[in-house]
């Protein structure tokens, strides 16, 4: 029985090639856009599920309650110590250190060569890999880190830098400056883990790098990349610990610090997902994705039932024929849902191959290693099952039903209508349906792209064009300021400035300010930014008040922004000779700059002081003109390479540097435009058939009505009316649903644009276009058909 269901199923299949087509595309379409959303939610749901202690491991972060919360997830450097020595809570603690962008030598090869590492290295405690499961696959896990000086790198480095050697035993330079020898290697780091550093140095070294890290004093700072992991004893709660830990504040912080410094526990679980603790991506964009799979699918769906139902007239005597021979109307609903099935397997082999077609470019957006191995993990195989399920008996159940349960004396007379099979009201619904989803996504790409724009084209209060950015890799104040007088004399560089970072930066240091002799500290925090007396001209800052800083390598004074002085109460003028203590250094205020952005779009801005530091700058910002930037840029890596022939050279434009802070929101644009592309994609082809199979029943009309006088264009009006109607009837749906999930997304973002009448005018009339070709091309062809042919037909 079963075998014969697929033969006949294969029959009517063959019988009617464009209705299987239009089904198999649009399924194919929908279940690899499904497919890709699956392995891509599943790839980041498994960030660091592979530790054995996972429910057990958390990371102590650090909030500070002022006029706002604000969060770390990096805590003051003596925290790790007082953990391990002043509570019994934890089986294990470590603390880790990393840097990003470290070079790194090999000083006892017969040819050195230089590595820029930019995942960065580790200054790790021995426990670290007690807590955390990084496989050692040489060395004593007990003994590899133990001693200072002792380096454990991948097998993926050991490789790059020795090729077949063995690394036990050989050295490695970090920044021309510290000797590390190896005594392991670890496996290589899988790629579903935050931690992608793949050198992890001896803890023990750190007061080199950093001596503040190293102090058991050093309770006023926190880098961000000091982090505390600790993995909890069995049935101790995070709640019972975060009680505990207040009491770190109350011994070693007084006065003020005492309300705002707080230590919390966060989950292992948490760190990917959680922004305001530095995480990669929110959760929710993970469920706009599931609801955008899920969204197509039903599009797909739609499709099918409603070009199901539109054919089921024409399957009318074949069912009443097989009613009469003696078929049930359960023999009937399996063998509709054998041709289902026979489609829907089709369409899943024919989704597979465009998921493969299209993994490169999401990996390449998302910076993945996502594969498609279909037997290498249960969880795809099973997906793929569930949603072919799915597909088969959302799709196929409803039109089954509706030829199962046609009357055979009036199938064989050819008297069914519409009504008897749902009539136009069912497909209006599912018309109404498949268009709301498409304007959804299309207002939703409208206001993204417009948000994108106005992030990147809107005036941030400095000059982001034409600036180049180099690093400074050493302090030597000599080498530096040769480097900036060479850079100065080159004919295509209008300014030079020597700085931390620049004035908009994802690296930023912040710290309390004490005002003019006041007894207490402020109850806000400045952002700092260590700058020479170049950096207001080389960037464009615009002075408001007072002067700019004269030359000067030492903290002398402060210029600060429009902010600083309003959260103050003072105008620009007033606190121009006032006086400041940021960072221990106690300074007359000189100058005030109009405010600029000094973080994403995402955050409102800081108040910011500019301040003279040389043992701070980290980077050469140079404005160059753009009529000769290629033989610009070649001059400046020579004198750089010149100055630093030690280290490896890099340059970034600022515009691009800027263009990194809305990665994510370019990503989730990137995605909804190529959904929506096949949401509407999918659509149309359901419109076609749609409109096909009505100029297939109305041939006689449409002859009827040329004959009496009837032009095309009425012949046009009477298929669009129809549609129009239906597309405005999902425009009323689709808008309030996406101006709540577009006000969501914007709340993400303190300075962000309307949603504008204009926005859901656009998408209206972008849908109406798209409906009218597809409409239009099948309509036009009916309309222009000889209307003698058309009465012909019987």
């Given at each position: 029985m079963i075998k014969n269901y697929f033969k006949i199923a294969w029959r009517n299949l063959k019988l009617h090639k464009s209705y299987a087509a239009i089904n198999i595309v649009g399924l194919s379409l929908g279940i690899a856009c499904s497919i890709l959303i699956f392995v891509l939610i599943s790839y980041h749901l498994s960030f660091d599920t592979f530790h054995k202690n996972q429910d057990r491991v958390y990371r102590i972060t650090t909030e500070w309650h002022k006029e706002t919360i604000d969060y770390s997830g990096a805590v003051p450097a003596?925290?790790?110590?007082?953990?391990?020595?002043?509570?019994?809570?934890?089986?294990?603690t470590a603390r880790v250190i990393d840097y990003d962008g470290m070079l790194i030598s090999l000083p006892g090869e017969k040819d050195p060569k230089k590595f820029m590492e930019e995942s960065g290295v580790v200054f790790a405690e021995p426990?670290?890999?007690?807590?955390?499961?990084?496989p050692l696959l040489k060395g004593d896990k007990a003994q590899v880190l133990k001693n200072p000086n002792s380096a454990i790198i991948t097998q993926k480095l050991a490789k790059k830098y020795f090729g077949k050697q063995e690394a036990i035993g050989k050295t490695i330079r970090l920044n021309n400056s510290t000797n590390f020898i190896i005594t392991g290697i670890l496996k290589n780091i899988p790629p579903n883990t935050d931690r992608r550093?793949?050198?992890?140095?001896?803890?023990?070294?750190?007061k080199e790098r950093a001596a503040y890290l190293a102090s058991d004093s050093s309770w006023g700072g926190v880098y961000s990349g000091c982090q505390l992991f600790t993995l909890l004893k069995p049935g101790v709660s995070a709640a019972q610990v975060n009680n505990e830990l207040k009491s770190i504040v109350k011994k070693y912080y007084k006065g003020r610090d005492l309300a705002i410094w707080n230590f919390k526990l966060q989950p292992l679980s948490d760190i990917h997902f959680n922004i305001k603790l530095g995480g990669y991506a929110d959760k929710k964009y993970l469920w706009a994705l599931f609801f955008i799979g899920f969204f197509l699918i039903i599009t797909a769906c739609v499709n099918f039932i409603n070009l199901a139902t539109a054919q089921a007239l024409n399957r009318s005597k074949e069912i009443g024929i097989r009613k009469v021979l003696g078929s049930l109307r359960s023999q009937l609903f399996w063998q509709f849902i054998a041709e289902t099935a026979l489609i829907t397997l089709f369409a899943v082999l024919l989704?597979?191959?465009?998921?493969?077609?299209?993994?490169?470019?999401?990996?390449?957006?998302?910076?993945?290693?996502?594969?498609?191995?279909?037997?290498?993990?249960?969880?795809?195989?099973?997906?793929?099952?569930?949603i072919s399920l799915l597909v088969i008996f959302l799709s196929g159940s409803y039109p089954g039903l509706i030829l199962a349960r046609f009357q055979p004396v009036q199938a064989l007379k050819s008297k069914l209508s519409q009504k008897h099979i749902g009539g136009f009201s069912l497909r209006r619904v599912l018309v109404v349906t498949q268009f709301a989803i498409s304007q959804m996504l299309i207002i939703g790409t409208i206001v993204i792209a417009s948000q994108l724009n106005y992030s990147k084209t809107s005036d941030l209060g400095f000059k982001k064009d034409a600036i180049v950015v180099v690093?400074?890799?050493?302090?030597?104040?000599?080498?530096?300021?040769?480097?900036?007088?060479?850079?100065?004399?080159?004919?295509?560089?209008?300014?030079?400035?020597?700085?931390f970072r620049p004035p908009a930066s994802s690296s930023n240091n912040t710290t309390g300010i004490k005002f003019d002799n006041r007894p207490e500290d402020e109850h806000w925090s400045v952002n700092t930014k260590t700058a020479d007396d170049q950096y207001i001209k080389t960037f464009d800052l615009q002075l408001v008040a007072g002067r700019n800083l004269y030359p000067a390598d030492t903290t002398r004074e402060f210029v600060v922004n429009e902010i600083f002085a309003k959260k103050l109460n003072l105008s620009p003028q007033e606190i121009i000779g006032k006086t400041a203590t940021i960072n221990d250094k106690t300074a007359p205020i000189v100058g005030v700059v109009k405010d600029f952005y000094n973080y994403s779009f995402h955050s409102e801005i800081a108040p910011v002081c500019l301040v003279q530091d040389f043992t701070n700058f980290?980077?050469?910002?140079?404005?160059?003109?753009?009529?000769?930037?290629?033989?610009?840029?070649?001059?400046?890596?020579?004198?750089?390479?010149?100055?630093?022939?030690?280290?490896?050279y890099s340059y970034q434009f600022m515009d691009d540097s800027i263009a990194e802070f809305y990665e994510m929101d370019s990503i989730m644009l990137s995605l909804i435009q190529f959904f929506a592309g096949i949401a509407i994609f999918i659509g149309c082809l359901g419109l076609y058939g749609l409109v096909s199979f009505m100029a297939v029943r109305k041939t006689?009309?449409?002859?009827?009505?040329?004959?009496?006088?009837?032009?095309?264009q009425s012949i046009l009006w009477m298929f669009g009316k129809e549609f129009s109607t239906l597309l405005f009837i999902a425009f009323t749906i689709a808008a309030p649903l996406a101006w709540w999930a577009m006000h969501k997304y914007l709340q993400d973002f303190e300075y962000r644009v309307p949603i504008s009448a204009g926005i859901f005018f656009t998408a209206i009339a972008c849908t109406f276009f798209i409906a009218f070709i597809t409409v239009g091309y099948r309509s036009v062809k009916a309309s222009l058909a000889n209307p003698v042919n058309s009465l012909r037909t019987e």
């Open positions: 003596p925290v790790g110590k007082v953990v391990k020595s002043e509570f019994t809570f934890a089986e294990k426990e670290f890999f007690d807590i955390l499961d990084f550093q793949e050198i992890y140095l001896s803890y023990q070294n750190i989704a597979y191959g465009f998921a493969e077609l299209a993994l490169p470019y999401l990996n390449g957006l998302f910076e993945t290693e996502i594969s498609l191995r279909i037997f290498s993990s249960w969880q795809l195989p099973a997906f793929i099952f569930i690093p400074v890799p050493s302090t030597d104040q000599t080498k530096m300021h040769t480097l900036a007088n060479r850079f100065a004399s080159l004919a295509g560089v209008e300014t030079v400035s020597l700085c980290r980077n050469c910002a140079l404005k160059i003109n753009l009529k000769n930037t290629k033989a610009t840029l070649a001059a400046v890596e020579k004198i750089w390479n010149e100055t630093y022939h030690d280290y490896l006689k009309e449409i002859g009827v009505r040329k004959v009496l006088g009837a032009g095309v």
